[in-house]
């Protein structure tokens, strides 16, 4: 059975307090991890795939990359604006999205 | 936005009536998904659609049904709401030949 597990639950950083937030997964027949970016009463923005162990992508101050048992979505020089929970969901060969619980980043100024 | 809408984004009903949320896209897209998301389990997939009127069941699809009668609108009621089915309903498509999919704003239901 896929399973997908965030950490940490929640994280506060300083506005420029660089971090990052793992994803640990386990599936078969992995076709893409994905990460998602959402913001209190709205839908998950989605923000990157990842389809094999070493890619790495890259979107403002967010990067996250991957490897075969764990992906890693780096916050550099963070800004409040970042605030949001984050998202991490697997696809393997079925048609549905098996997403974590989510790490809720707050930057504080 | 992807061109999601859903309706109605929110609605208080109460416990035995029938409840549905319509989800509707713009752009054609084949594949459409509901999800419901809550407190400590994240999303999880009710039903999803790969066509006019073929859909299959999700991880947590007991106690709700789903129609596609045309590519642009899927529907997903519930026979007789429940107070374990107040959640946050959201609805998804997945556009080209990428896996990522793209989320609607969400259906707040809450079932007193």
């Known amino acids: 059975e896929d399973q997908v597990t965030q950490s940490p639950e929640a994280l506060r950083l300083q506005e420029g307090e660089s971090s990052s937030l793992n994803c640990s997964y386990t599936?078969?027949?992995?076709?893409?991890l994905f990460w998602y970016r959402q913001d209190p009463g709205k839908g998950p923005e989605f923000l990157f795939t990842?389809?094999?162990a070493g890619e790495e992508k890259e979107k403002e101050r967010l990067k996250a990359t991957l490897t075969k048992k764990e992906s890693f979505l780096h916050i550099t020089a963070p800004k409040p604006e970042d605030s949001a929970t984050y998202l991490c969901?697997?696809?393997?060969?079925?048609?549905?999205?098996?997403f974590g619980k989510g790490t809720s980043l707050l930057v504080t100024p | 936005d992807a061109g999601i809408t859903q309706s109605p984004r929110h609605k208080v009903t109460e416990t035995g009536t029938p409840v549905t949320l319509r989800c509707h896209q713009t752009?054609?897209?084949?594949?459409m998904y509901w999800y419901r998301q809550d407190p400590g389990h994240g999303l999880r997939l009710i039903h999803y659609?790969?066509?006019?009127?073929?859909?299959d069941k999700g991880e947590v699809s007991d106690g709700y049904s789903v129609s596609r009668s045309k590519t642009e609108d899927f529907l997903l009621t519930l026979e007789s709401a429940t107070s374990s089915q107040t959640s946050v309903y959201f609805c998804?498509?997945?556009?080209?030949?990428?896996?990522?999919?793209?989320f609607g704003p969400g259906t707040r239901l809450t079932v007193t």
């Open positions: 969901a697997v696809q393997n060969s079925g048609y549905a999205l098996n």
């Open positions: 599936v078969s027949g992995l076709r893409g």
């Open positions: 990842l389809y094999s």
């Open positions: 752009e054609n897209h084949r594949y």
């Open positions: 659609s790969y066509g006019v009127k073929d859909t």
């Open positions: 998804a498509i997945k556009t080209g030949t990428n896996y990522e999919q793209y």
